[in-house]
């Protein structure tokens, strides 16, 4: 816990940009309280916190979408300075929610949000009542097929 404390309050101290001694007691008192909190939050979770990576090549499509829809949008804001008018357009992405587990709930968040910060696309309404997601594009782009990672 010692060294957790101390960590953080290096790590705090860092970004200070000059350090007194108001700043260190600081960094010290916010270091504990951080690390006490997250030991009684470790201690009382009914499951420990787990970080699963999406597939690999769902992490390729994404690399790969984001610099087709860079070049995508770059055109069409193009088009636009030069006085060529650009509307965008409302489609419907299919997508399968899954079920109420964390997994499928992580892999909802990871998908509307990759969805979402793409330069050509942002999910209009994620509440799982719509068929499929609703997504607001400035460019026109076709579905993607796969329902489950559609990115």
């Known amino acids: 816990m010692l060294l957790r404390i101390l960590g953080l309050a290096l790590l705090y101290l860092a970004f200070v940009g000059q350090p ?11 270091a504990a309280l951080f690390a006490g909190f997250s030991l009684a939050q470790r201690q009382t979770a009914p499951q420990p916190f787990r970080f699963s990576l999406p597939p ?7 690399l790969g979408a984001l610099g087709r829809e ?49 330069p050509n696309g942002f999910v209009l309404d994620d509440t799982g009542e719509a068929e499929g997601l609703p997504l607001h594009r400035l460019a026109p782009q076709p579905v993607a097929a796969d329902r489950r990672w559609p990115l």
Not at 56 to 62: F, G, W
Not at 91 to 101: M, R
Request: glycine share 10%; net charge positive; no cysteine.
């Open 20 to 30: 007194t001694w108001q700043e260190a007691a600081a960094a010290l008192i916010g």
């Open 56 to 62: 690999l090549h769902a992490a390729v499509s994404l």
């Open 70 to 118: 860079t070049a995508t949008v770059g055109l069409a804001l193009l088009r636009a300075v030069i006085g060529r008018p650009v509307r965008g357009e409302v489609t419907t992405q299919p997508f399968e929610p899954g079920g109420p587990d964390a997994r499928d709930a992580a892999r909802r968040a990871l998908v509307i949000l990759g969805l979402s910060l793409a």
